[in-house]
């Protein structure tokens, strides 16, 4: 029997069973097609880190012994369609089975339903073994209960025994997050770049000879992502060792003179399977225990990935189709042409967008407080912003962008993944960053006067909350914002309304 095996971009895990002996009845294949990069459209430098990984895997199992055909970009063999290049190597090959493993995301899910059911060859589908849940764990934990992250959290502590001791969680609570709240103001001074520098030139020549679109820095002379698992554990292990200490008390914090603050960057390490979440919290734990490192930064760490992003798993294979359509507020305003360049006067957005652009990449508090809490509040269209968060980040993949973005970031499926709206004035972050001091809008006016411009999302904070009373004025979590609505006279509510109107007016030229 001679069996091909596929391989996707983001199933670049050396530690997955299937490579642990050579079989010369198996070929391993890898494509890179344009129906992935084209579905949305991309940053170049996740385009650059996806095939340059590949590249590098490939080169791996070569050798490890493995036989592998790989399609690169511009071969002209290259069918770009997965089902097409495999019917061509089933006639060539004369291959009798097909296995693959399971994607993450419901679109590759249906491509390979599709393949199983129309190809004339026996096929199998096999666990990717990189995640600590399977895709239905949270639906079955929480059956017919409201979905709460925290309580998906503990049952994993639990289960899989993290920062628990005699079946208490160590330090005697769940969570510190009280203590992981604070503003940076320059010190302790945030680490250089620790990661290692690549040149995919040549790479990013022949994708873009290849009509690819794209936009963002390509920094193709000096790339930063990792290539490889030996890589992304360096950067890892740098991470645990030198930045960690200081990641819980500023994991919130923002600042223009440096973007990445104490964060761990390794989304694209994980997502793309060269390192697995477990062994991301086993290490973590390790060093914990040798280096008497600050528990709540350990544990806030921690809750990040064994949390948050099994947690965020579960809820897209629970609710991706539903995800697909959801407009909970009805937002129709477009993408101002802005979110494309950085080029707005907002200080907040201009840094954290421009940065994105750069980098590829933005921590958490960028995406949520500052670019998701304008769109929310702006009204702008939900599966518009999707489309950009899953096309700009180094990390996006559709089973972890979308359910941040439309779930967590713009309460478009009503609320089912966030308990209330992720949305702020001013003053959060003003409190959490240094973007305010310097701004062209002044932070603690509602309405401008004749002398200085008002912060735009202090008007968009209220109206916002004015304008979806029907919605949001039920729930308990907001009881105190409406207590406060309640509190304004007519006028008052009238002028913010106004300024907020001129606002929504003139987006682009904000
Ligand atoms: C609107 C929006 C869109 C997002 N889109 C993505 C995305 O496309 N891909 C992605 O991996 N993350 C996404 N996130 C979550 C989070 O912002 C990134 O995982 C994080 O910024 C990655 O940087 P890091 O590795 O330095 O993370 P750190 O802050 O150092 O955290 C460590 C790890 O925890 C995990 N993690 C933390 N928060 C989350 C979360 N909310 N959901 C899932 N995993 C989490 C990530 O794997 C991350 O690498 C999004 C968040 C928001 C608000
Ligand atoms: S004043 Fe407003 S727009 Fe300017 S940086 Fe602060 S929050 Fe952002």
Redesign the pocket.
């Known amino acids: 029997m001679k069996t091909l095996r596929l391989i996707l971009g983001d199933q670049l895990n050396i530690q997955h069973s299937w490579f642990s002996q050579v079989d010369p009845d198996v070929t391993y294949v890898m494509m890179e097609i344009r129906a992935e990069t084209d579905y949305v459209l991309h940053h170049a430098q996740k385009i650059i880190a996806i095939f340059a990984a590949m590249r590098a895997f490939k080169e791996k199992l070569i050798s490890l012994g493995h036989q592998v055909i790989y399609y690169p970009i511009d071969n002209p063999d290259n069918q770009h369609d997965f089902e097409k290049n495999i019917r061509s190597l089933i006639s060539q090959l004369g291959v009798t089975r097909l296995e693959m493993q399971y994607p993450d995301e419901v679109r590759v899910d249906e491509v390979f339903h599709n393949m199983a059911a129309s190809l004339p060859i026996e096929t199998n589908i096999v666990d990717s073994e990189h995640f600590i849940t399977q895709r239905d764990e949270a639906t079955k934990f929480f059956g017919t209960r409201k979905w709460l992250m925290e309580s998906f959290y503990r049952h994993l502590r639990n289960k899989h025994q993290v920062l628990m001791a005699n079946d208490k969680p160590v330090g005697g609570a769940w969570n510190f997050d009280k203590e992981n709240r604070k503003a940076w103001r320059g010190k302790p001074p945030a680490p250089e770049d620790w990661r290692d520098t690549h040149d995919h030139h040549a790479l990013w020549q022949s994708i873009q000879a290849q009509g690819v679109n794209s936009f963002g820095e390509a920094s193709a002379d000096d790339f930063r992502w990792p290539l490889n698992r030996d890589e992304a554990l360096q950067q890892l292990d740098y ?1 645990l060792n030198h930045v960690l200490m200081h ?1 819980g008390d500023y ?1 919130d914090a923002m600042s223009k003179h440096q973007s ?1 603050m104490f ?6 390490s ?2 793309v399977k060269l390192i697995s ?1 477990m062994e ?1 919290i086993s290490r973590t734990e390790q060093i914990w225990k040798e280096q008497s490192l600050p528990l709540p930064a350990v544990e806030g ?1 921690i809750r ?2 064994l949390g ?2 099994e ?3 579960g809820y897209y294979w629970r609710h991706a189709k539903q995800l697909q359509q959801v407009n909970f507020f009805q937002h129709q305003q477009p993408l101002p042409k802005w979110f494309w360049t950085g080029n707005t006067k907002m200080a907040c957005l201009n840094n954290c967008i421009q940065d994105s652009l750069k980098n590829a ?4 508090i960028q ?2 407080m500052v ?2 809490n304008f769109g929310l509040l702006a009204g702008i269209n939900p599966q518009s912003l999707h489309e950009w ?2 096309g700009i ?1 180094i ?3 559709e089973w ?2 979308m ?3 439309l779930g ?3 309460f478009a499926d009503g609320g089912m993944l966030a308990s209330k709206p ?1 949305v702020s004035s001013a003053n959060y972050i003003d409190k959490m960053s240094d973007y305010c001091q310097g701004c062209h809008y002044h932070k603690n006016l509602k309405i401008s006067d004749s002398d200085q411009a008002a912060c735009p999302f202090n008007s968009l904070y209220w109206n916002f909350y004015m304008r979806h009373a029907d919605k949001l004025q039920k729930n308990v979590r907001l009881s105190i914002v409406y207590q406060q609505i309640r509190k304004m006279d007519d006028a008052q509510k009238n002028s913010i309304q106004q300024q907020a109107q001129i606002y929504l007016d003139n987006l682009e030229n904000l």
């Open positions: 991470f990641f994991q990445r964060h761990a960057l390794i989304s694209f994980l997502n979440p991301v760490f990040q990935i948050w992003r947690y965020i798993r990449y933005a921590h958490h995406r949520l670019i998701g968060y899953l980040y990390d996006a993949f972890v962008e359910p941040n973005t967590m970031s713009q992720y």
